[in-house]
């Protein structure tokens, strides 16, 4: 399964962006795909997921600004940014759960990576 993120930007405080994840080769079976995001100096976070009935988490600092979404069709997940912070700034990947059942937060239960995208919000 390969993950290549689109979407990425530089947008002033404010603004929005769409981030695009689209999969390829092996079909992927899994229960969960996901964003993470590293910002400049800092460890990797979790940032949503999204399972396969269609349920969504969200981490307490995006939550209600952020959506994540998916179409199966299309094999591709997106990450809908709104309302941007500096804060936000950082690089974005989307990751493919292996390594549980269910969703979860911990990125040491997601197997494979994009190479990520860029986000850079200024003030």
């Known amino acids: 399964v390969q993950l290549v993120e689109s979407g990425g930007g530089s947008v002033q405080s404010g603004g929005s962006l769409r981030l695009s994840c689209a999969t390829s080769?092996?079909?992927?079976?899994?229960?969960?795909l996901g964003w993470f995001r590293q910002a400049p100096g800092q460890e990797r976070e979790w940032v949503a997921h999204?399972?396969?009935?269609?349920?969504?988490k969200y981490a307490d600092s995006v939550k209600g600004r952020f959506t994540i979404s998916q179409d199966k069709a299309k094999r591709t997940m997106y990450l809908q940014l709104s309302s941007l912070k500096p804060e936000d700034t950082g690089m974005y990947y989307c990751?493919?759960?292996?390594?549980?059942?269910?969703?979860?937060?911990?990125?040491?239960?997601?197997?494979?990576w994009g190479q990520g995208t860029q986000v850079t919000v200024s003030s």
């Open positions: 990751a493919a759960a292996t390594g549980a059942p269910i969703c979860t937060v911990l990125e040491v239960d997601f197997g494979y």
């Open positions: 080769g092996d079909t992927y079976s899994g229960p969960c």
């Open positions: 999204i399972d396969n009935d269609g349920m969504t």
